[in-house]
């Protein structure tokens, strides 16, 4: 299995001066975190190809464009790299996480940086390498939980923690993937860069991944010496753009997956029933457990943004992106009024 770097043939190039006029509006006065699922560009057992990926980050762009389009969100774009980094660490074991982590936030954000600037049109979109901390002695260590790459049978997925030294553990009735470390982000250390960039009006893609997780040891003696050094773990991408969203002052956070909503936990998997919207984070975690499948690292990050910073919350689908911060679609978290 070989994960792709590039198209095979000629390359096909959407003129910039397309049909999409660049949009000229001052710069906008309200921001928001948008993160979209390791899953957007590669879809379970989907060819790992270029050409799929370029797809799906297609399709994203037009969704979150409108954010932009349709209300003048400044726009910050985070994303997941499960499926990338397991497929690049398949064919560079002797890599580091920390180090794949940073070429899978390479790849994808060029993808949605191009998709997104051909989208809006003109060159207001960047992506930024991103880097953030975590403790060397967060407890997730111990107990791996991150999956990263792809779906395997129980024989394979033994097979491979045995030759390969992996933790391995079932994904749902999905199969059995590899799971890695993934603590808690501290700071993601480019948030002052990324908060510059949203001011100016710059559509932003940064934190991928959650960012490459590093360590920031700081010695004392005459004057404080900060050295960084990579760490071998997965962050969490919702964990960080919670934390990247308070960090930059957003308004908004929108965590988008293939849900259409937060289906009511009490009732789940026999009934999809989405829980009332909106909702306060209080509510919405006494509603039960959703710790089960990847909702809720989702819920978790959602309510924590709402509770620290007082801005609202979605979570939904991408193609609803824009009406679920209108309310009318998804999980919409907010305080509760007094």
Known sequence: MQF????????????SSSSRPAVKTPPPTKKVVVALGGNALLERKEEPSAENQARHARQAAE????????????????????????????QMPEAGLDVLGAESEGQIGYLLESELGDELGGDQVVSLLTQTTVSPDDPAF??????????????????????????????????????????????????RAIQVLLDAGFVTVCAGGGGVPVAVEEVAGGRVLRRRHGIEAVIDKDAASALLAAEVGAEALLLLTDAPAVFDPRKWPDKQAPVPSPISPEALLELGDFSAGSMGPKVQAACKFVRDTGGIAGIGALGDALDILRGTRGTLIKRSQP
Request: hydrophobic share 35%; charged share 30%.
């Open 4 to 15: 792709e770097t590039a198209r095979q043939g000629p390359l096909r190039v959407r003129a």
């Open 63 to 90: 969704a979150i464009g409108r954010l932009v389009r349709g209300e003048g969100w400044a726009l910050c774009v985070t994303h997941g790299n499960g499926p990338q980094i397991g497929l690049l660490a398949l």
């Open 142 to 191: 111990k107990d791996p939980s991150k999956f990263i790459g792809p779906t395997y049978s129980k024989d394979e997925a033994e097979r491979n923690a045995r030759e390969k030294g992996w933790t391995v553990k079932a994904d749902g009735k999905k199969g059995y993937r590899r799971v890695v470390a993934s603590p808690a982000p501290l700071q993601v250390l480019e948030a």
